[in-house]
């Protein structure tokens, strides 16, 4: 059952809010609505809520990536402060939002960039005598590595 207060006036300042970084608890509870209530308006897609509020949601990281701009900069904070703040930022951005804010190099496929084993059969006769020099010196230092 979801809240009757549902107003799209209420619904576009909690998206807003919430857009600018701040959490979706501390915007509930300022309107006197709990966060499930929120919630649900997002799985009962009330009146396109949803997609709204996935969108709010990924703005919600872009305001925090900035937010560890602007604690990083900041003269007034302790220096472990201020770890403390962006590597909690830093967290959450890279978990939320991995393939732009994450560490990890893709080494590995996935469902958008699959690896895809490039292979070409050549025949010998085809290659210039450039190209067979470069194959034979390729070759050479293949077995000379090999041997030690």
Avoid at 12 to 40: C, K
Avoid at 126 to 138: G, P, R, T, W
């Amino acid at each position: 059952m979801t809240d009757s207060r549902y107003t799209p006036e209420l619904a576009a300042d909690i998206l807003r809010r919430v857009s600018e970084g701040e959490p979706l608890r501390q915007v509930s509870r300022d309107q006197g609505i709990p966060e499930s209530t929120v919630r649900q308006w997002a799985r009962d897609d009330r009146d396109g809520f949803d997609a709204k509020y996935d969108a709010a949601r990924r703005m919600q990281v872009e305001a925090w990536a900035d937010e560890i701009v602007l604690i990083a900069n900041r003269n007034d904070l302790d220096a472990n402060d201020k770890r403390v703040r962006i590597d909690t930022l830093k967290g959450l951005c890279s978990k939320l939002v991995p393939r732009r804010y994450g560490d990890r190099l893709l080494v590995a496929g996935d469902a958008e960039n699959p690896v895809q084993l490039m292979h070409q059969q050549v025949s010998l006769a085809d290659l210039s005598i450039e190209q067979l020099d470069a194959l034979d010196k390729f070759t050479q230092s293949v077995i000379e590595a090999r041997q030690q």
